[in-house]
């Protein structure tokens, strides 16, 4: 019984040093200082708010003539389901690695616009 527990805690180690897969994303990116989206066709993903999706939201920044643009990326990321008994996009997206930023904006599909009156 101890010999399966030190090989199960060697496989744990092992596997833990191996370079997971990561898969290339292209879709549009949308940040807040709270939260980010990543919209790949019609799949939504929540995307970890971590330093690589900081760093994205800040070159995103550059390319949006609206708060609220969507900008293209291309990124190599991580898909997870999100935890049970959560509210939320379905798949959480992490990003492993910024490949590029498109330097305009996606056009609105809707643009709303306040009158006076």
């Given at each position: 019984m101890k010999n399966l527990f030190y090989l199960a805690i060697t496989a744990l180690l092992i596997s833990c040093g191996?370079?997971?897969?990561?898969t290339t994303y292209e879709g549009n990116f949308l940040a807040t200082p709270d939260a980010a989206v990543l919209a790949v066709g019609d799949e939504m993903y929540?995307?970890?708010?971590?330093d690589m999706a900081k760093e994205l939201a800040t070159k995103v920044k550059?390319?949006?003539?609206?708060v609220?643009?969507?900008?293209?990326?291309v990124i190599?990321?991580?898909?997870?389901?999100?935890?049970?008994?959560?509210?939320?996009?379905?798949?959480?997206i992490t990003i492993k690695k910024i490949v590029s930023v498109s330097p305009d904006a996606?056009?609105?599909?809707i643009?709303?616009?306040?009158?006076e009156q």
């Open positions: 191996q370079d997971v897969p990561t929540a995307v970890t708010m971590d550059a390319s949006q003539n609206e609220h643009d969507m900008v293209p990326v190599e990321a991580l898909v997870t389901p999100k935890p049970a008994n959560t509210q939320g996009w379905d798949s959480i996606v056009a609105p599909d643009k709303i616009e306040e009158t």
